[in-house]
């Protein structure tokens, strides 16, 4: 079959969210001789694009882009090793977490899955995490962007707080935000460079931020 | 005309004297302003009340559902909080494994609710009164699921999950005979269906796994000559017709997730819109004239004759001057 055909097939079983497909796939484009990075960037990032796409034009709703995450994500597990292998680079990286005081998360795991089937490493510090912790994983990881979600309109102010953190400690990181009541004004307020309503802009606005 | 004949004639567009009214109340209001609380229930006074649930057999439950710490809910799902006055979250399933789903118990603890004691709630009061019925399958199977594994369920569809789902089906269909068979006027269920933007799983999955439930549920409350509410977060546009065809009485949603207008076109008149103002923005940032502005739009949209509700909730990050004004706004406007 020709480096095209499989790829799309790729795409096509990363869609239908087949895990056991998208790995099987993996390992004959391996097989194929087709280079690692093009299994990744034609085949399992073009997929999650399309994923994305759907997802933002209400074609796909949150079951539909979870099935496709894991696929991505075993496919992904698949490929890595030769990844590392080839030193095929990851786009950045991206801290991620849901702010201090907050619980809720399905908003930014998918946002983390949507990113990691963008290319990007990312570094989910959970929820309920603090300022603190941002700053610090930030710099330990050299972060390309630090994102911030919150569900309450009580803990969204803790999102200018991990921002003032950043720039205090000499960071200049940029920032992404999201979350049910966060807005595009609210981003400029507390001087974020990023907002996004959902997790599918959440990636280009990363990818904004990264001039990648 | 008592409250009970003022939302009856709201839900049949039969020109109410007055839009009836009603605060819903988290308990961080009550916390963080309980004069002001006093003050708004004093002034505008609710029309709707739900009726306590006077149980026999106390359902079994650890912790207190609205503070910092653990919950374990009737069913044994295990919420974690971080918050005063507002519900926590799921962080492991009850049911990690699909064999262990025989294990899960109902809790007919709900179901041993004093009829004689509800009935007596309702003949000394002149509010209309829902039953205190806790009717949520899409919600509690995230809860014994996790919202990450249901939604993947909802894909696979595996045997084991209709099991589940039709075990707690039957159990809340028990639950509303038992209420349907009391003198409240109404029933209640409630689920989530939307997210801010759209709805959290497809329409067409939506009516193949759900609509049949909710079809059981408002066919069981107008046998017995019941209203039926319901309320779900977020935008829930698409599903908005069916719960119409079903037969739904009232429906408490985030109108200002959705185009308002819009919604009063098509669905003014067909159903009765049992508020809210917008929680998000609103409540907590927005000025007088915004609060205004808003109750308006929703009177202008969405009145026909009827079919609306003054209905705001008083929780968590909102300010009291807007709660009070959005019930003072509903008051100057209530002169049809």
Redesign the interface.
């Known amino acids: 079959m020709r480096t095209g055909a499989i790829l799309k097939e790729l795409q096509e079983a990363l869609l239908d969210g087949k895990k056991d497909e998208v790995e099987y796939l993996i390992e004959r484009s391996l097989a194929s001789g087709i280079p690692t990075s093009e299994i990744l960037n034609q085949g399992l990032i073009v997929g999650m694009e399309k994923v994305g796409t759907l997802f933002k034009k209400n074609k796909f709703f949150i079951p539909e882009v979870l099935v496709a995450a894991r696929a991505m994500n075993a496919g992904l597990a698949k490929l890595e090793p030769f990844l590392v292998k080839d030193k095929v680079e990851p786009k950045g990286l991206v801290v991620i977490g849901t702010v201090k005081g907050d619980l809720h998360d399905i908003g930014k795991n998918l946002v983390a899955m949507m990113l990691r089937g963008a290319g990007f490493k990312v570094l989910d510090l959970g929820n309920d995490v603090s300022a603190e912790k941002f700053v610090e994983s930030a710099r330990a990881h050299n972060a390309s962007v630090v994102g911030l979600s919150a569900l309450l309109t009580t803990t969204m102010i803790q999102m200018g707080n991990v921002v003032e953190a950043l720039r205090d400690s000499g960071l200049s990181t940029p920032v992404i935000i999201g979350g049910a009541p966060v807005t595009q004004e609210y981003a400029e307020e507390i001087k974020a460079e990023g907002y996004a309503p959902d997790a599918a802009s959440a990636v280009e606005e990363v990818r904004r931020l990264v001039k990648v | 005309m008592t409250s009970r004949e003022l939302v009856e004639r709201t839900l049949e567009f039969s020109r109410p004297q007055r839009i009836p009214r009603q605060m819903w109340l988290l308990a961080w209001a009550t916390e963080h302003y309980p004069e002001k609380v006093t003050e708004i229930q004093r002034k505008f006074p609710d029309d709707i009340v739900t009726s306590l649930s006077f149980y026999k057999i106390p359902p079994r439950t650890f912790g207190d559902e609205n503070s910092p710490g653990i919950f374990i809910d009737e069913w044994g799902c295990v919420f974690?909080?971080?918050?005063r006055g507002?519900m926590?979250?799921v962080?492991e399933p009850l049911l990690r494994e699909w064999k262990d789903v025989d294990k899960v118990r109902v809790p007919a603890e709900r179901l041993s609710v004093d009829k004689d004691k509800v009935n007596d709630f309702c003949r000394r009061t002149d509010k209309f009164v829902i039953a205190r019925s806790c009717v949520r399958p899409f919600e509690q199977l995230q809860f014994m699921r996790k919202?990450?594994n249901l939604?993947?369920d909802?894909?696979?569809q595996p045997a084991e999950f209709f099991i589940l789902l039709d075990r707690i089906h039957q159990f809340y269909k028990q639950e509303l005979e038992l209420w349907a068979r009391t003198e409240v006027d109404a029933l209640f269920f409630n689920d989530d269906w939307g997210?801010?933007?759209?709805?959290?799983?497809?329409p067409s999955?939506w009516r193949k796994i759900f609509k049949p439930l909710y079809k059981d549920y408002i066919d069981l409350a107008h046998l017995h000559g019941k209203y039926i509410f319901m309320h779900s977060d977020g935008q829930i546009m698409d599903i908005l017709p069916d719960l119409i065809e079903l037969g739904l009485d009232a429906l408490n949603s985030q109108l200002f997730c959705m185009d308002i207008e819009e919604l009063g076109k098509r669905f003014g008149g067909k159903i009765t819109f049992w508020g809210e103002i917008d929680r998000?923005?609103l409540l907590?940032?927005g000025s007088s004239e915004e609060i205004i502005a808003s109750v308006r739009k929703v009177k202008d949209s969405l009145y026909q004759d009827g079919g609306v509700i003054a209905q705001c909730e008083f929780g968590?990050?909102a300010k009291p001057e807007n709660v009070y004004l959005v019930f003072e706004t509903w008051n100057n406007f209530s002169n049809l």
Request: proline share 7%; net charge negative.
């Open positions: 974690e909080n971080r918050q507002i926590g979250e962080k919202p990450e939604f993947v909802l894909i696979e997210s801010q933007n759209s709805l959290l799983v497809s999955l998000q923005y907590p940032y968590i990050g």
